[in-house]
């Protein structure tokens, strides 16, 4: 009876620890999948946001023209009666696709206007001996250093103040950026103090160097300074050489 009991209950023992062993290996699988497919949509929304933003940029002039020929060339079948209903129709078609492209890339463009008023310049870009990646950044006239950079690939150009603890981007900005709100803080600027949001930056490019999930403040549109700061929530990211009077260099760190 004994050696019965003892035999059922290490059965219960050995059961319980492989339903145990399978519900960690079940979760961990689980994990992996979400993690990967996280990760593929990333990639995706990353490439497909890129692509996006070089049509918006460099060839909203070339779909208004196409759009403007569509129509003349709808215009002229209409009057002449050159092609037959099933011809029209895909005409249609591609028009309507040209005019909901024209039409985004509008919106797209209004939007990058809104951020600043500029021209979106790629910073100059090179590999070190070391081969770091390393932007250069040249001062302006006042000895200040400005960088373009691609917020969550919306064109800002950052003012790049070393005395900045964080990164910090008017709420104006900040809303065409996509940045999300968090907590209420109170920010001590250079006039003094006022209250902002805590956000993250889910991605910061300037040149080749990309940096991922940085410290954000987003400050109301009346506050002072009223202009992007690329502070050290960013900079520390990276190593800070500056060449003589008028030359900056941002390379990745070492262990990049």
């Not at 050159?82 to 309507?96: C, E, G, K, S």
């Not at 985004?104 to 939007?111: F, G, P, S, V």
């Not at 990276?238 to 941002?250: A, E, F, T």
Request: a positive charge; glycine letters at 4%.
């Amino acid at each position: 009876m004994t050696t019965h009991i003892s035999d059922t209950l290490f059965y219960i023992i050995i059961t319980i620890l492989i339903g145990v062993l399978v519900a960690i290996l079940i979760k961990l699988i689980i994990d992996w999948v979400s993690n990967l497919l996280k990760l593929t949509w990333q990639y995706i929304t990353r490439f497909v946001n890129f692509i996006y933003f070089e049509i918006s940029l460099f060839f909203k002039e070339s779909l208004i023209i196409i759009s403007i020929i569509t129509i003349i060339a709808l215009a002229f079948n209409a009057i002449f009666r050159i092609a037959d209903n099933y011809q029209l129709t895909y005409w249609i078609i591609i028009f309507v696709i040209i005019l909901i492209l024209s039409v985004l890339t509008y919106k797209r463009q209004n939007a990058i206007a809104k951020t600043s008023n500029f021209k979106y310049v790629k910073p100059l870009s090179y590999r070190d001996q070391m081969n770091r990646m390393t932007v250069e950044i040249p001062s302006d006239d006042a000895g200040h250093y400005y960088i373009d950079c691609l917020v969550n690939n919306i064109p800002v150009r950052f003012l790049i103040d070393t005395g900045a603890s964080s990164v910090s981007i008017p709420e104006a900005i900040a809303k065409i950026c996509k940045l999300p709100k968090g907590q209420t803080i109170r920010c001590e600027t250079a006039n003094g103090f006022t209250y902002g949001w805590e956000s993250i930056c889910k991605e910061i490019i300037f040149g080749n160097i990309r940096l991922n999930n940085t410290e954000t403040v987003i400050l109301p549109n009346n506050s002072k300074p009223s202009k992007p700061l690329l502070g050290m929530s960013a900079l520390s990211k990276v190593d800070i050489q500056i060449i003589g009077s008028n030359k900056m260099l941002l390379k990745t760190k070492h262990n990049r």
